[in-house]
Every structure is written in C-alpha cells, then in structure tokens.
C-alpha cells in the first residue's frame, strides 16, 4: 500500500547539499484485518474485524545497491 508522507530530503543546489522538506511516496504495510461473524442460537448477530498480528517470521532485511565494478587500467610500460 502507497502512501504520501512528508520527509527531510537532502537536495543539490547550486553546488551545495540543502535540506529540504518533500512530500515522499512510500510503501507502507497494508493492516491485516480478518471478517468475524458469529451467530447465536437465539439469532442474535455479532459482525466484528479483529487485527491479526504476523509472527515467527524473520524481520525483513532492505534491498542492497549493486555497486559499479572498478575498471582494471592497463599500466604503459615506458622505454
């Protein structure tokens, strides 16, 4: 799920880091809401979402940047 928040950005200006406030779009974990409904022998009806919380999973780790290879330069010999 997106949403738009409001965050420091640091932004290049004429030569120098500015900090700037931006408005940003970022993934934010959706809520996870299960329907409950219960029925009683009478008829009665109850219609609830109760949250439920995810657990025995690992924390998930960030994306890492590909970094560039280094060009290996071929050294002149001089005579």
């Known amino acids: 799920m997106k949403a738009t928040v409001k965050r420091q ?3 290049k200006r004429h ?3 500015v900090k700037v406030t931006k408005k940003v779009s970022e ?3 959706a809520p996870l ?3 409950t409904e219960i029925i ?3 008829g009665a009806e109850i219609h609830e ?5 995810v657990t025995g999973c ?7 940047r590909a970094r560039k290879k280094k060009k290996k330069g071929k ?3 001089k005579k």
């Open 49 to 53: 979402t109760t949250k439920i919380a």
């Open 9 to 11: 950005v640091k932004v």
């Open 40 to 42: 009683g022998q009478n």
């Open 27 to 29: 993934n934010v974990p």
């Open 58 to 64: 690992k924390a998930s780790k960030s994306a890492k």
């Open 15 to 17: 030569g120098k880091t």
């Open 33 to 35: 809401d299960m329907g």
């Open 75 to 77: 050294a002149k010999n």
